[in-house]
């Protein structure tokens, strides 16, 4: 059977003197510092998951005003394309327009040439036909 005597008693409140020591200057400091570095780490992750939603969003709006940008150039692009597309028209019509008008005063000039041609060959012609009957006629 289990005797009950003074060094019992001695251990037992030994044992608990010693339990609130070590509760006191070695359990309690190092809950506290086990608790700073769990809300230290919440922290962190707060601010991380924090950083990464703004990292999404200002990539998002990045992105969307790239979209934007792209959208916008292709406009721009397109307007170029078909601003040149018309001038290059209206450069042919003006070219096919001056080109016509060359080719008929060139035509004009030709005409004209070939007129002025048929009537020195009419002189030339009469003059022969005045010289040929002089000689067959004497």
């Known amino acids: 059977m289990l005797q009950i ?7 037992f ?5 010693l339990v609130l020591i070590l509760t006191r200057f070695f359990f309690k ?14 922290q962190n992750e707060r ?12 990539l998002s709006r990045i ?8 959208q916008e150039s292709e406009l721009i692009r397109e307007k170029i394309v078909s601003g040149a597309l018309k001038e290059k028209t209206e450069l042919i019509d003006e070219i096919q327009t001056e080109c016509r ?3 008929e005063e060139a035509r004009k000039a030709l005409q004209d040439q070939v007129e002025k041609l048929k009537g020195e060959l009419d002189l030339k012609v ?4 005045k010289k040929l009957e002089e000689k067959i006629l004497h």
């Open 29 to 42: 400091p190092y809950l506290k510092i086990r608790e700073k570095r769990k809300k230290i780490i919440e």
């Open 101 to 103: 008008g060359q080719v």
């Open 126 to 129: 009469e003059d022969l036909a």
């Open 63 to 70: 992105e969307n005003s790239l979209k934007q940008a792209r």
């Open 47 to 58: 601010a991380h998951d924090q950083a990464v939603k703004e990292y999404e969003d200002h």
């Open 13 to 17: 409140v030994s044992l608990w003197i």
């Open 5 to 11: 005597d003074l060094t019992f008693v001695f251990v």
